[in-house]
């Protein structure tokens, strides 16, 4: 699994982050987790493969945002345990 963080250029708004969830649901298959921010103008996101950053720059630009930025790390799912 992969997180990945996009810096993105032009939400003002809950709405903007809601245009910016549905692009990367559509690009990105699989993508979970979806979380965007327009305060910190950042997205997050977490998927089995690494994201093609040049689809989503495309996919962003499409919207009218930017994409001025992709961060993707090894993600490992937290496990709850009852046991310790």
Same mark, same amino acid.
């Given at each position: 699994? #992969? !997180? ?6 032009g ?30 103008g ?11 950053e040049?689809?989503?720059? !495309? ?8 994409? !001025? ?5 090894? #993600?490992? !799912? ?7």
């Open positions: 699994m #992969y !997180k990945t963080t996009l810096k993105i250029d939400m003002m708004c809950g709405m903007c982050e809601a245009h910016i969830n549905d692009v990367i649901r559509k690009t990105i298959k699989g993508a979970q987790n979806i979380k965007s921010s327009h305060t910190k950042e997205s997050t996101f977490v998927s089995e493969e690494k994201a093609d040049e689809s989503l720059k !495309k996919a962003i630009a499409d919207t009218g945002y930017e994409l !001025k930025d992709l961060q993707i790390e090894e #993600y490992e !799912k937290k496990r709850f345990s009852l046991f310790g």
